[in-house]
């Protein structure tokens, strides 16, 4: 015996659904109070959103610190407390935006880089080279190289201690990365006590580093 059922209607119409799809993300977000700027040649970046980037093409969304993605009505599910998808489509379809498939909003312009600020170095290296040679187990010709060419150094500054109020002496590690000119644009600290990147070098003045100028050694084999 065939039961037959009675499909279940759609909610939305298809040419609901169309212009759902068709509406462009960055402009509905914009008409919803989300900041833009920005971002890489294929996205722009949410401002004050750790980590949200839409596709310039509109289409979709990624954020990098939750590691979620989707489309449209992704976006309204995760960003506007949206239970169910059709939650979502009512949301988008009750938006100015819906159906408009160009962007038009303008990204705001990044704010200019200032200057990077190297920390203080200390009178002399010895206790980098040691930490790298020994500890870390690398060529000490290699170590002696990077030095010369500023690529490592040895910090030593003094700052307050918050929990006690102490002035302290800190020295650390710092590996230098450079532009194209050799101007310093990136610095990573490291402490020589433990195998641990500084979680605090935001507070060592060194806040306008540019991670494209990451540290890195080149090297050049000579075939004879």
Known sequence: ????????????????????????????????????????RNTVHVKNSGGL????????????????????IDFVIEYFGKRTKAEAIETILSCGACGQTGHIVN??????????????????FKRAIAYLVQTRGIDKEIVYALINQGKI????????????????????CCFVGHDEAGKARYCSMRSM????????????????????YSYAIVFIHEYK
């Open 1 to 40: 015996m065939r039961i037959q059922t009675q499909a279940r209607p759609m909610p939305f119409t298809e040419e609901q659904m169309k212009q759902v799809f068709d509406t462009n993300i960055i402009d509905f977000a914009v008409r919803n109070g989300f900041e833009v700027e920005k971002g890489d």
């Open 53 to 72: 980037y839409f596709f310039n093409h509109g289409r979709g969304f990624y954020c990098f610190t939750t590691e979620r993605k989707g489309n449209i």
């Open 153 to 172: 150094f040895q910090s030593k500054e003094d700052r307050v201690d918050k929990r006690t109020g102490e002035l302290k002496t800190y020295q650390n």
């Open 107 to 124: 990204p705001t312009e990044k704010a200019p880089r200032g200057e990077m600020v190297l920390p203080p170095k200390a009178p002399n």
């Open 193 to 212: 006590y433990r195998l641990k990147q500084i979680s605090n070098i935001l507070q060592n003045g060194i806040i306008q580093q540019n991670a494209l």
